[in-house]
């Protein structure tokens, strides 16, 4: 499987942006880069993917590396229910292993 | 988008006995579904992959006489815990994948169990 790397936790303040990294070195060329979001008590959410390209959806932009060793998961302007722990995963024989990801704190 | 129900949200029982979880993919066809499982401050695990119409396949050190799931159509996944004990207390979660591939993996909203 494709060993993920991510910081244990970041602090953003409301309405900043933030920027969560996660190097994953070891991907294969064909495995797409997941990131999911979770809440306290509740279960993971989807938050985007990603193969090459960068990608916007309407909870955040992904940005992936020219060589897909690392990516960001960026949340434009976050806010106190963008506090969550999130996962960086890229799936293998399509199933998700989940590391222990990072616990994204945002203050008011 | 996709969704996953999982039933019972919540579930206390007694030692010894068996418990059933229920996952449900809503609004689309799921051939595969997977359950995990997490304890307190921890990363969820995956236990096994639930194939339509097949045997599921469990990961290693997850025994499979204990935790029965059944995929008996291409909506409906089932986990029983057989005679549960206090140290299968845990947050058990369910996860489907809409075959179009439109929104990753949704999950549902899992379910919480305490044995006692």
């Known amino acids: 499987d494709a060993k993920t790397t991510q910081p244990n936790s970041m602090e953003s303040n409301e309405e900043e942006p933030v920027h969560l990294p996660c190097n994953h070195s070891t991907i294969s060329g064909t495995d797409y880069i997941h990131w999911y979001r979770q809440l306290p008590s509740q279960g993971p959410e989807y938050v985007i993917h990603g193969l090459t390209s960068n990608v916007n959806n309407r909870m955040a932009s992904l940005a992936i590396a020219e060589d897909r060793k690392s990516s960001t998961l960026i949340l434009h302007r976050a806010t106190l229910r963008d506090a969550a722990v999130y996962y960086c995963?890229?799936?293998?024989?399509?199933?998700?292993?989940f590391g222990q990801g990072t616990i994204l704190t945002v203050h008011p | 988008g996709a969704v996953v129900s999982q039933h019972p949200s919540r579930v206390i029982c007694k030692s010894g006995t068996s418990v059933k979880i229920e996952c449900r993919s809503l609004?689309?066809?799921?051939?595969?579904m997977f359950w995990y499982r997490q304890f307190p401050k921890q990363s969820l695990m995956l236990m096994a992959t639930s194939n339509e119409g097949s045997k599921a396949t469990y990961e290693q050190g997850v025994e499979k006489d204990k935790f029965l799931i059944n995929h008996a159509s291409l909506t409906l996944s089932t986990l029983t815990v057989t005679s549960a004990h206090p140290e299968d207390s845990s947050f058990y979660i369910c996860?489907?994948?809409?075959?179009?591939?439109?929104?990753?993996?949704?999950f549902g909203s899992g379910t919480r169990l305490t044995v006692v």
């Open positions: 995963i890229p799936p293998r024989y399509g199933k998700l292993t």
């Open positions: 996860s489907a994948r809409d075959w179009r591939y439109l929104y990753g993996y949704t």
């Open positions: 609004d689309f066809q799921a051939t595969t």
